[in-house]
């Protein structure tokens, strides 16, 4: 996380070197020569692209990507071939084109007949169907698993279902994330005020960039543990990755008390608007299959606000990075 956040840091303002997409429906119809992080409520990619990370409640790639592919979304389909791996949250998932490794979790996920996985195959979701090929190891976890496609090794699970033990422990966990809320509003608020200014500010580009920077954080902290020299450094920023991916939705939850809150016209104090925004976060992560999708997105927003909030907090940051 360290790394990332110096990476961040480092970026002058007015530069981008990636290229951003955003607005209700989106059509990309050009080739880009680039790593492209678009958001919509459509989204759709019908020519090449260098890498994609993407947001929207439909996303359609019917084009080659060169590199990965990070997506989230309600509907996510891959049509297109992708030469590096896909990462993907969805409610309705189909892959048809050929991939080299997936990562996927979603309410119901499907691998087309004419997809194929050159590598391995890792999904978890309510519903799975294997109609294409994966050629190493395919590895489920959900309630239904249908395989009339081939696999090299199949594993397959499928979840136990929660007895009163593990309810008891959630009610808990999330008494106490409700009481570290309200201990960070109330004892460093000016903290707590900037990284909900920074979701306030552009949620949808945030969850995006939020996603795949705890991709890009997982990668960089294995790849520091390897070393000798790196394994003290990757131990630190570990604990402080995982510190701010657990406080992470509580600022969201903010967020959404304070947007219900405008909207009804009720003005309570700060510690009201969390702790509403609080609740019908949780209720919203309860909800089977949906509460996933939700809990991905409120994560990776969270994140991204962190990561930005202290990107702009940096003291080398004033006096002007761009020109």
Known sequence: MAVLILG????????????????????????????????????????????????????????????????????LILNGDVGGKVLAAGGNIELNG??????????????????????????????????????????????????????????????????????????????????LGIFLIRSFPGMFSTVVGQIDKNPVILTVLGFAAIIASVIILAILAITVVGLPIALVAGLLFAAALMISSLFVAYVLGD???????????????????FVILQILFSTPLFGMIVQVVAVSLGYGGILYALRDACPCRTGGGGT
């Open 8 to 75: 961040l840091l480092l970026i002058p303002s007015g530069v981008q070197a990636i290229t951003f997409l955003g607005g209700d429906q989106q059509v990309i119809d050009t080739p880009i020569p680039d790593d492209v992080v678009a958001s919509g409520g459509y989204l759709t990619v019908n020519a090449p692209v260098e890498s994609l990370t993407a947001a929207g409640g439909m996303v359609v790639v019917n084009a080659p990507v060169a590199g990965d592919v990070i997506a989230a979304g309600g509907t």
């Open 98 to 179: 050929n991939v080299t490794n997936a990562l996927i979790t979603g309410g119901t996920v499907r691998i087309g007949k004419d997809a194929v996985v050159q590598r391995d195959a890792v999904i978890s979701a309510g519903e799975v169907t294997n109609e294409g090929s994966v050629l190493r190891n395919l590895t489920v976890s959900g309630d239904t698993f249908n395989n009339p496609g081939t696999a090299g090794n199949v594993t397959y699970e499928r979840p136990e279902e929660p007895g009163l033990l593990p309810d008891i422990i959630s009610i808990l966990f999330a008494i106490g994330f409700l009481i």
């Open 259 to 277: 947007l219900i809150a405008s909207h009804v016209g009720w003005t309570p104090g700060r510690i009201w608007i969390f702790v509403m925004g």
